[in-house]
């Protein structure tokens, strides 16, 4: 397989992702609002991330540069939360709303 081709199948691949995640959204808002909703989401998101970011913290970050101290982590972690959730609070708005 061509690097072009494999490039090309992994973009389908994410927005055959994307797409999908609209019906399960779409099915969701029947039961709940946008921030309960997104609430729920990027919290057992944060719980998924959080061994990765101890392990991170221990061994260094990618190629094995030095451990990385946890808090930045912690900290640059939240404030692209926040970002991310923002953006995808309004995104849920437009699901419910259009």
């Known amino acids: 397989m061509t690097p072009k081709l494999r490039s090309d199948l992994l ?32 919290a057992l998101g944060a719980l998924a991330l959080v061994p990765l970011v101890r392990v991170r913290s221990r061994t260094g970050g990618p190629g094995g540069g030095p451990p990385a101290p946890w808090r930045d982590d912690l900290r640059r972690g939240l404030i692209l939360g926040v970002v991310l959730f923002g953006g995808a609070t309004l995104q ?6 259009t």
Do not use: S
Not at 16 to 30: D, T
Not at 92 to 97: E, S
């Open 11 to 42: 973009l389908l691949l994410a927005a055959a992702i994307w797409g999908f995640a609209f019906v399960a959204q779409r099915l969701g808002m029947e039961h709940t609002g946008p921030f309960t909703f997104n609430g729920t989401r990027f």
């Open 92 to 97: 849920q708005f437009g699901v419910v709303y």
